[in-house]
């Protein structure tokens, strides 16, 4: 017997307790038209319920439908690196993961996240819990742009970068959702669409503000990364807390429906912040009541209110239909893209047809996973300073000094939205490093990494009587996260004066690892002979520690692994170089408009390696293309040694005599690859025909004719802080 056969009936028999087999459970219909006539089959009431239950404070998920058999549902789980709250595999922090520059990378992180999700809901449901974070409907990745350094929630983000972000968005998406052809692994969500890159709490607060960007900017930087998740067919997207050019986003129809619906091509479901609704009326004041607000919202496509109050202010919507302010029609349109995701999951399906349906927990903290979280975190190092190539650390060790607040603080080593802390799969810097040594004496300087109550006298003793010192400095989620602006670029509390107080006192060059979601002033360390290398490590999570032995020291076999993360947004020099964070124009912000005065501090995509880089034989094919077409971009890369190490190609360009305003560099391809040691790899890339387009005020997106320039090489051309290695320069031809 046929398997779809035998699945129809093993279908009638198990949900014989509602009567026949309804056609929302026919596996052999389309899902267009099972969720027609799930859907169809629903009283308003019920609909409105499903609307307004989509977790949050409250918490209330979908309620279950029992005279159609269907259950109850939980779309609120966060997952940006790991299964929130729960007892998961912790991976790297977003940012950090947006230094690996590398796709396959993100890929592998989120597939471990949604199979976890997937076991945890599936052990949930048998159990009956339906608490926040059981769910498989994730609300990661985090899509804004890092366009302050200042911004609380820089680590939850993908850079500063719009292709970059969209590219590592993409691999998530895809990563999570899996490659199964009917059914979602588990089913991932962009946030937050719209304009949402700070403030948090400073210098105003984001329940008030509106963001203001010209069309240009929307388009050119703060909706592409957008668009290339709808692409990998993300399934929700969540609207922001803020007003987007005047009008609370979660109620601006002209962004929800006509951009990223019908432009874009969107088609799963919006998810409000968590009390956005509410927000609009008691924050922005642009409604009145609330029922105006959720009328609002559902007219301008919003599907599913994640709620910061009980009850739901979607649950008014009964109300918005009895008086005239929404249609019925919109209410079944709106109530349909919950219900196709939910398909998509299996959850109408018998089990034996979705070959996600059996995951046990036993993959959670599994040796896959654990692993995946090891090579992820040696993936965002970032190598910052390597004078007189003092890493890797190349013999046994007498004595050790660890030192700072980070040193041994496993809780700030996490970041925000993470899984609970599982202290025996995980290791800090003291524990992973100190097999390095003989001896190793440890001293946090601090009680917290806001440092305000510093002891020197064990720091300067224990760095003055080392041969090898390793200082740990940085913050938590407290200093800089959601609802948590900083004020400055200064390392908190006394953290400073940590530093200065280990360099004077130290017979050698310090090490130092920074711990941040953002960049800070480290400009004395860049400069000073006492520090002898700088690594920004991120939030790196659970495999902090094993990853940076692999990277620290050549280890027994006279093998280490060289770091090659790459800065995923620009270093400035001091708050000189950032225009002021409620300013959402693009001029002088990031790389793309960079203005000074100077240089930054570090450039975007920076990042230095235990090997050296050389780059030759660059060909552009075709150098004169037609309007249209892609070019395909080859170039040799020649590691001299002496460490096999990854290296991370990046191809710009930019429109040198262009009559409309564009960035001034765009990065358009990027890969990461291993590069032996003395043997050349030949490494293709392609700028793809969009990337060429520029912005017109009137036209929207064109070609115009003219010159490219095409730079490639391990970093931005022109650089005053430089890796050392060569970028390359072509020009492509563009025929309209």
């Given at each position: 017997m046929p398997l779809v056969t035998r699945t129809l009936l093993l279908s009638l028999l198990l949900i014989g307790c509602v009567g026949a087999l309804l056609p929302f459970r026919n596996?052999?219909?389309?899902?267009?038209?099972?969720?027609?006539?799930?859907?169809?089959?629903?009283?308003?009431?019920?609909?409105?319920?499903?609307?307004?239950?989509?977790?949050?404070?409250?918490?209330?998920?979908?309620?279950?439908?029992?005279?159609?058999?269907?259950?109850?549902?939980?779309?609120?789980?966060?997952?940006?690196?790991?299964?929130m709250n729960m007892k998961t595999t912790t991976f790297p922090q977003a940012i950090g993961l947006s230094a690996s520059f590398s796709e396959e990378m993100v890929y592998l992180v989120a597939e471990a996240i949604g199979t976890e999700?997937?076991?945890?809901?599936?052990?949930?449901?048998?159990?009956?819990?339906?608490?926040?974070?059981?769910?498989?409907?994730?609300?990661a990745p985090f899509m804004n742009l890092v366009r302050d350094p200042?911004?609380?929630?820089?680590?939850?983000?993908?850079?500063?970068?719009?292709?970059?972000?969209?590219?590592?968005?993409?691999?998530?998406?895809?990563?999570m959702q899996g490659p199964h052809p009917r059914y979602f692994r588990a089913s991932s969500g962009c946030k937050v669409v719209g304009l949402y890159s700070g403030p948090e709490n400073y210098p105003v607060s984001r329940f008030g503000f509106n963001a203001v960007a010209s069309e240009r900017d929307l388009r050119l930087s703060y909706f592409p990364q957008f668009k290339a998740c709808i692409d990998a067919g993300t399934q929700n997207l969540m609207c922001s807390y803020y007003r987007t050019n005047g009008i609370p986003t979660c109620m601006n129809k002209w962004l929800l429906t006509d951009v990223m619906r019908k432009e874009y091509g969107f088609k799963g479901y919006y998810i409000t912040d968590e009390g956005a609704i509410q927000v609009a009326v008691t924050g922005h004041h642009y409604y009145k009541t609330i029922l105006e607000a959720v009328a609002a919202a559902a007219n301008a496509g919003v599907n599913l209110e994640l709620p910061g109050s009980n009850p739901p202010a979607f649950f008014q919507l009964t109300t918005a239909v009895e008086q005239g302010m929404v249609n019925v029609s919109t209410i079944v349109e709106l109530v349909k893209p919950l219900f196709y995701t939910r398909m998509r999951l299996g959850e109408f399906d018998p089990p034996e047809l979705n070959p996600y349906s059996n995951i046990s927990t036993s993959v959670i903290e599994g040796e896959v996973h654990r692993e995946i979280a090891v090579q992820a975190a040696i993936k965002t190092y970032v190598l910052l300073k390597n004078k007189d190539s003092i890493l890797p650390l190349k013999s046994k060790i007498g004595k050790l000094a660890i030192l700072g607040p980070l040193a041994n603080n496993l809780g700030a080593l996490y970041g925000n939205y993470n899984p609970v802390i599982l202290p025996q799969y995980a290791k800090t810097p003291l524990q992973g490093l100190s097999t390095l040594a003989s001896k190793v004496s440890y001293a946090p300087g601090c009680d917290d990494p806001f440092c305000k109550n510093y002891n020197s006298t064990d720091v300067k003793t224990f760095a003055s009587s080392a041969d090898v010192v390793i200082v740990c400095l940085g913050t938590d989620s407290r200093f800089e996260g959601e609802g948590a602006d900083r004020r400055d670029l200064m390392l908190p509390g006394q953290q400073g004066q940590l530093l200065s107080d280990v360099t004077a006192s130290s017979k050698r060059p310090v090490i130092l690892l920074l711990f941040t979601g953002g960049p800070f002033d480290v400009a004395f360390a860049k400069d000073s002979d006492q520090v002898g290398a700088i690594i920004h490590c991120f939030f790196p999570g659970q495999a902090t520690g094993d990853a940076l032995l692999r990277v620290v020291a050549v280890d027994g076999s006279g093998s280490v692994v060289s770091p090659a993360g790459r800065s995923p947004y620009t270093w400035p020099k001091s708050l000189d170089q950032v225009p002021p964070m409620v300013n959402y124009s693009m001029e002088g912000r990031t790389y793309r408009y960079f203005k000074g005065p100077g240089q930054p501090l570090y450039p975007f995509g920076y990042g230095l390696s235990y090997a050296k880089f050389s780059y030759s034989n660059l060909v552009l094919n075709p150098t004169t293309v037609k309007a249209g077409g892609n070019v395909v971009v080859n170039v040799t890369v020649t590691n001299s040694g002496p460490y096999d190490s990854d290296e991370v190609i990046q191809v710009y360009i930019n429109w040198p005599d262009c009559p409309v305003l564009m960035p001034k560099l765009q990065l358009v391809a990027v890969a990461r690859q291993t590069i032996a040691v003395k043997y050349p790899s030949v490494v293709n890339l392609i700028i793809h025909a969009e990337q060429m387009r520029v912005w017109d005020d009137n036209k929207g997106f064109i070609y115009l004719p003219g010159l490219l320039n095409v730079y490639v090489g391990g970093q931005q051309p022109d650089q005053e802080t430089s890796t050392g290695s060569n970028v390359l320069h072509g020009s492509i031809n563009v025929v309209v």
């Open positions: 596996v052999s219909l389309s899902w267009e038209e099972r969720v027609d006539d799930l859907v169809s089959r629903l009283t308003l009431k019920e609909m409105v319920l499903q609307l307004g239950s989509g977790g949050g404070v409250t918490p209330n998920p979908e309620p279950a439908i029992p005279r159609l058999g269907i259950g109850v549902y939980q779309f609120d789980t966060e997952c940006l690196h790991g299964v999700a997937r076991a945890v809901n599936i052990d949930s449901v048998k159990h009956g819990d339906y608490r926040p974070f059981t769910g498989m409907s994730c609300l200042l911004w609380g929630r820089v680590q939850e983000v993908y850079s500063e970068d719009p292709y970059l972000s969209g590219l590592l968005a993409a691999a998530y998406v895809k990563g």
